[in-house]
């Protein structure tokens, strides 16, 4: 029986600068020209050889499974050591795992998604989804904030390609302007934005991923404005070992959020315990 621990051996063949502390790498794998099939919202355990494994959102488009692109925040060993990586330099990956944005509900309907910081990474397949199939959706509004301009992911696609595709709405806001510095956009945490929504409540689902502060108040902000709990999506984060469901290091409850998640309907994730996202 193979073994699901064992990584696949993949290679490092694009790294680009996001932020000060975010790079997304591009991957290849070694063991055939196939790729890698996943779903939206997915992630995969990255392994550096000697440090260990860190959980990844999968953020490449799912229809070039040739490569694997994999948007990072450099915060610990892992994430810091595969920084000290370049090109042509060999990792391990492992999945995809867990579930997915709930993509094919969404058609026909409109879309609205809530993203805060390195967060953008799990919704980028989403966006480019909708890129590729820019009729399977009603409309897709992007709101999405950082703490700076400088910490904004994707910058060059924001404007050139994303805001281009049809019935597609990119609004930004960033906590703070340091001086000097040139910006357009709002300002103020992403919550600011909903005044803005075009997007309609009553037919829209709504897909959220940030730091869990960030989708209490952007939920509490939504169930205002009449979005569905049904149909509003948040991706939460939990300290991962396996990522098969077999270990119990990422339970939030009675769930396993590498299996049973990383994606929950507000709905579900209210009954949980221990964590934040929740509207009283
Ligand atoms: C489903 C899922 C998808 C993710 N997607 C991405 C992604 O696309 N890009 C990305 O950069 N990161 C992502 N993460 C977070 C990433 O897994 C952690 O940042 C990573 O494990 C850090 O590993 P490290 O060894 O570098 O840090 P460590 O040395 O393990 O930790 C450094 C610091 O970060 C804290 N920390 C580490 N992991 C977590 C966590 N999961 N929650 C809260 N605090 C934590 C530690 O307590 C410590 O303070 C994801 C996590 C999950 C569960
Ligand atoms: S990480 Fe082991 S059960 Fe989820």
Same mark, same amino acid.
């Given at each position: 029986?193979?073994?699901? =621990?064992? #990584? ?31 779903? #939206? ?45 370049? !090109? @042509? ?6 999945? #995809?795992?867990?579930?997915?944005? #709930? ?12 993203? @805060? ?31 700076? %301009? ?9 404007? !050139?390609?994303?805001?281009?595709? %049809? ?14 510095? =040139? ?18 409540? !009553? !037919? ?6 940030? %730091?869990?502060?960030?989708?209490? =108040? ?28 077999? *270990? ?7 769930? =396993?959020? *590498? ?22």
């Amino acid at each position: 029986m193979e073994n699901p =621990y064992i #990584p696949r051996k993949a290679v490092i063949t694009n790294i680009e600068d996001e932020t000060y502390d975010t790079k997304t790498f591009t991957f290849e794998f070694k063991d055939c020209q196939k790729g890698i099939e996943f779903k #939206p919202g997915q992630f995969v355990m990255l392994s550096i050889f000697g440090y260990g494994e860190a959980a990844i959102s999968i953020a490449s488009d799912m229809d070039d499974p040739s490569h694997l692109e994999l948007t990072v925040r450099k915060v610990g060993d892992v994430t810091g050591a595969l920084f000290s990586l370049k !090109e @042509g330099d060999q990792v391990g990956i492992r999945g #995809p795992y867990g579930n997915s944005w #709930p993509v094919s509900d969404a058609e026909g309907k409109q879309l609205l998604l809530v993203i @805060g910081g390195c967060g953008c990474g799990t919704l980028r397949p989403v966006i480019l989804y909708h890129r590729n199939n820019p009729k399977k959706f009603k409309s897709m509004e992007v709101l999405y904030g950082a703490r700076t %301009p400088g910490d904004i992911i994707y910058k060059k696609y924001h404007e !050139e390609e994303w805001s281009k595709i %049809p019935n597609t709405r990119i609004l930004l806001s960033v906590d703070r302007v340091p001086e000097n510095t =040139y910006w357009k956009h709002e300002v103020g945490v992403v919550t600011t934005l909903f005044e803005d929504i075009k997007t309609n409540p !009553e !037919e829209a689902l709504v897909f959220i991923c940030g %730091p869990e502060i960030m989708m209490k =108040y952007s939920v509490i902000g939504l169930l205002k404005l009449g979005f569905n709990p049904d149909r509003i999506f948040c991706s939460m984060e939990r300290r991962m070992r396996c990522g098969l469901g077999l *270990c119990g290091h990422c339970q939030l409850g009675s769930k =396993y959020v *590498c299996k049973d998640g990383p994606i929950f309907s507000y709905t579900e994730l209210k009954h949980l315990p221990d964590h934040i996202v929740r509207s009283d």
